[in-house]
């Protein structure tokens, strides 16, 4: 097994909304290894988007991460904070949790960098592809030469950056050498002709074109982590076929490890080594590809791959799971399995919360159920209708 | 209509039924660039052609399917022949009777109802859900006030709501939920066909398996026939009993569902069945060849078949001998070159100031073209290129047309299942 880069301890993240309390992200614990595609599937609200934001710090209020270890595998970065911040450091692990928020965003774009799901929204209309890039790029590179500006001109449409931008051209951010490296980095994600491509603004770019661009983007900071979230779900299957496999390319030229988050459970397949499923702001089962699509032992994961149609052969009847996903509401919110009122095998024990329980013959396979520890006992089996009231 | 049929006649044989909805030659353009502004301006008129000649017949209790990207004109489909929106060519014949030819559109409304794909747009936020059930049978006049009640609560226990929620508005349910209010919607006036236009794309999967098996389950109890509109191949095939695909306005291919699923025909077909990832663990070791390219612009749709710019087996005039990838690469260098798309200017500057027509191009084609070519085809393309260069764009895009036109582009292709020329010698 490679090392690990990355260790997420109890990560818990909330939001403090008028409404009440929403636990978004309950006490989540994975390792991301170097150079593997670690998968976190889930239902919308499930908490995976939240995980990933938490990661990069870009939670925004009202939300904030409440409690948990974010450690990062980097020695250089030990080193550099070694002195101001002795308790984030633990050997080359450093705790991002424990260092103040300059350092985190001076770590987006080097260490971590993102791919979102809707490219359109994500690119900035008014500016041409190559020079959003090529602004990446030189904002790595302004970075590494001076760690204090890391400010880009994309982050702000305030009267200041607009009178700025009138009077000097927005090439003179951006020196010739960075414009040739976004030109080198579209063309490694497949895009035709790229010279012209650059000088084009996001509007003359396809779905697709455009999500290329966006992975050229995240790749200018040469990241150790790739977070791509839903980085597919906006396009099309043969758009999505191209992209994913320009992803795979780039994963086994570079070693790049990545991150993938979604929904669809054929994308998981398809990219990741190891995966987590979330449930209601938790992990309720994790491990290899195979230990969670061909031995999953939580109901919920079990239920999840009952939901999908089969393309490949005309199936009898789905078997979805019953009920809505529930809320977050703290105050809603028992301190129970928070599956168990739409689980088939339900039983009285579940009312409270279950450890996570390892799986015999698969060591990497985690799952927070008891029926994991053992089987299912009928007699104990809550009353039909038990949480209806 | 003595129009050739632009898209495949529908496989009628073996069926002796009745269609219940009949579409002929469908077609719906959307005018863009034709206002008064545009007009003062010089500007002409482009019509999107977002439906472009569809025809097909839906039988009474089955499902019919219609597959497509974004932008095939599924959607419109739909709309059109609802006449939802007003399509600009075709028939359409609903139980005997032309539906473009209705003065009254009512009595058919009542037998044809519609479910949207959006949950949360398509229901009034400010209505109670008792209000959103009974607004049908209000517009129809059907039943007493006590009875429209009643009838709003035998809707809810229907679609596996209770009625004790018909007070509420529709913020206070899920999306799932909201997607059964407005199947209950329109079920409320007994209707005959339902369109359902992408009825679960908006919902999580373990929801949108209980939508699919309650639609199955109306279907079967109401006798219900369905034209079911989505993206999603496997929702297709679990739901549908004959599938249409959909390609940049036009059908390609039309099935019985394990027929198209075990045996695609078209191309088109092909791909988008090889392109959906599997859930399943030997997914990684599945080899795609993902299709090249974007599905162009349906304001100017490529000449015959309109997958021929994407289609990974066009056919070759029968005197070239070039492999796939190599035919594949000059056609991508035609389209440039009838385009105009290709950048003399930095090529020459690239290849320095001294260099003569023939070098530039002879840099062209190594740039543009990435596969090898036999002597005599690489000596063609180089001197249409030199062509460009000279700026003789008209007669480089001629001499490459006259050794490399295709079938695919100058005939629109027909056919009775798939409309594809690979299968015209078949």
Known sequence: MADPLLEVRDLTTRFFTEGGQINAVESVDFTVDEGEVFGIVGESGSGKSVTALSL???????????????????????????????????????????????????????????????????????????????????????????????????????????????????????????????????????????????????????????????IAQALAGEPDVLIADEPTTALDVTIQAQILDQLADLQAERGMTTLLITHNLGVIARMCDRVGVMYAGEFVERGTLADVFDRPVHPYTQGLIGSVPDL?????????????????????????????????KAMEECLEKPPEFGVEGSPDHGVTCYLADHDYDPDAALPEGYFDG | MASEPAGPTPATAGNDEDPLLSVRDLEKYFYEGGGLVDRLLGGEETAVRAVDGVSFDVRQGETLGLVGESGCGKSTTGEALLRLVEPTGGTVTFDGDSVRGMEDLTPFRRRAQVVFQDPFSSLDPRMTVEQILREPLEIHGVGTPADRRDRAAELMDRVGLSADQLERYPH???????????????????????????????????????????????????????????????????????????????????????????????????????????ADTSERERDVEPLAGDVPSPRDPPSGCRFRTRCPSVIPP?????????????????????????????????AGSDAGDAEVAAALADRLLEVDLPAEDASLVRDALADVVGGEWDAAAQSLRNRYESVCETDHPTGERATCHLLDSA
Request: net charge negative; charged share 25%.
């Open chain 2, 172 to 278: 206070e349910f899920s999306g799932g939920q909201r997607q059964r209010i407005g199947v209950a919607r329109a079920l409320a006036l007994e209707p005959d066909f339902l369109v359902l236009d992408e009825p679960t794309s908006a919902l999580d999967v373990s929801v949108q398996a209980q939508v699919l098996n309650l639609l199955s389950e109306l279907q079967a109890d109401l006798g219900l026939t369905y034209l079911f509109i989505s993206h999603d191949l496997s929702v297709i095939r679990y739901i549908c009993d004959r599938v249409a695909v959909m390609y940049l306005g036009e059908i390609v291919e039309i099935a019985p569902t394990e027929d198209l699923f075990e045996d695609p025909q078209h191309p088109y077909t092909e791909a988008l069945l090889e392109s959906v990832p599997r």
């Open chain 1, 56 to 214: 990069i710090d870009l939670v925004e209020s009202p939300g904030e991460v409440t409690d948990g270890q974010i450690r990062y595998r980097n020695a250089d970065l030990a080193a550099a904070v070694a002195d101001d911040h002795p308790a984030a450091v633990d050997g080359d692990f450093v705790d991002l949790l424990q260092v103040p928020p300059r350092i985190r965003r001076s770590l987006r774009g080097p260490s971590f960098s993102t791919i979102f799901q809707d490219p359109m929204s994500s690119m900035n209309p008014s500016l041409t592809v190559g020079e959003q890039i090529a602004e990446a790029v030189e904002v790595q590179r302004r970075a590494s030469a001076n760690p204090r500006s890391t400010r880009s001109r994309t982050q702000g449409f305030g009267l200041g950056s607009f009178l700025t931008g009138a009077v000097i051209g927005s090439r003179e951010f951006v020196s010739a050498a960075s414009h040739e490296r976004a030109v080198e980095l579209l063309e490694q994600v497949g895009i035709p002709d790229p010279e012209d491509r650059a000088e084009e603004y996001p509007h003359q770019f396809s779905g697709g074109m455009l999500q290329r661009a966006m």
């Open chain 1, 312 to 344: 490949d052969a005309a199936g009898g009847r789905l078997q979805p799971i019953p009920g809505n996903v529930p809320s977050l509401r703290d105050e809603e919110m028992d301190d129970r399995c928070y599956f168990a009122d739409r689980c088939p």
């Open chain 2, 318 to 350: 029968p005197d070239v001998s070039l492999s796939q990838p190599q035919y594949r690469a000059v056609m991508d260098l035609r389209r440039l070159v009838e385009t105009r798309q290709i950048g003399v200017h930095g090529a020459r500057e690239a």
